[in-house]
């Protein structure tokens, strides 16, 4: 089964558009850390986000938002205010304390592509 | 922060040849390291878990002889793919964990095959 799931393939905003990005993972692990990783065309990932389990509060970072809801399994990425450069592909990503030290389980990734 | 590098960002080789990618960390000391492979407009698929001083562990369906790797210091590992075909071409991204789950990526290995 997949252990993070990005429903969203692709999507498309037009500049200045608000975009919500769905992550949803499954686990049975109490203690876990979720990711968010940004890949540009040029396939080097940056790291946005790292949230552990028991910390559910949800974290601003200027246009970037996440929202993380254990009842839910659910760690959703916004980006408010979308400007080009922020056309990527989108990873959510877990690890699970159980596992092997930094085995990361990656979603299929989401592309967003904002339009001018 | 932590850096990983990769070596070299780009190659192309002719099917049948051997390629050697590097990954290095650059500043901390990594006992393990996880290899990925990424095909277009997917997503990261991780091939094998380097660990210093003893064999890798691979994942199923990752044939340990045609990716063989190596983890010669708590800086190095290599990831060389033998007898290259087409269907090898991919783009390899190494990792390497810090010591609170956090994860550091090399910019990753464009392979092309001939």
């Known amino acids: 089964a997949q252990k993070v799931t990005q429903a969203q393939t692709e999507i498309s905003v037009v500049e200045k558009e608000d975009v919500t990005l769905d992550c949803v993972y499954e686990?049975?692990?109490?203690?876990?850390?979720l990711f968010w990783y940004k890949q540009p065309p040029s396939g080097e990932l940056v790291f946005l986000i790292r949230?552990?389990?028991?910390?559910?509060q949800n974290e601003i970072s200027g246009r970037y938002s996440w929202n993380f809801q254990k009842s839910t399994s659910s760690f959703n990425f916004t980006i408010t205010a979308s400007q080009v450069v922020d056309s990527a592909v989108y990873f959510c990503?877990?690890?699970?304390?159980?596992?092997?030290?930094?085995?990361?389980?990656f979603g299929r990734g989401t592309q967003l592509t904002v339009w001018p | 922060g932590a850096v990983v590098s990769q070596h070299p960002s780009r190659v192309i080789c002719k099917s049948g040849t051997s390629v050697k990618i590097e990954c290095r960390s650059l500043?901390?000391?990594?006992?393990?390291m996880f290899w990925y492979r990424q095909f277009p407009k997917q997503s990261l698929m991780l091939m094998a878990t380097?660990?210093?001083?003893?064999?890798?562990?691979?994942e199923q369906g990752v044939e340990k002889d045609k990716f063989l790797i190596n983890h010669a210091s708590l800086t190095l590992s290599t990831l060389t793919v033998t007898s290259a075909h087409p269907e090898d071409s991919s783009f390899y991204i190494c990792?390497?964990?810090?010591?609170?789950?956090?994860?550091?990526f090399g910019p990753g290995t464009r392979l092309t095959v001939t």
């Open positions: 380097s660990n210093e001083g003893s064999k890798a562990t691979y």
């Open positions: 500043d901390f000391q990594a006992t393990t």
């Open positions: 990792s390497a964990p810090g010591a609170s789950y956090e994860q550091y």
């Open positions: 686990t049975r692990d109490t203690t876990y850390y």
């Open positions: 949230r552990n389990s028991f910390d559910e």
């Open positions: 990503a877990l690890i699970e304390r159980g596992s092997t030290l930094g085995r990361l389980y």
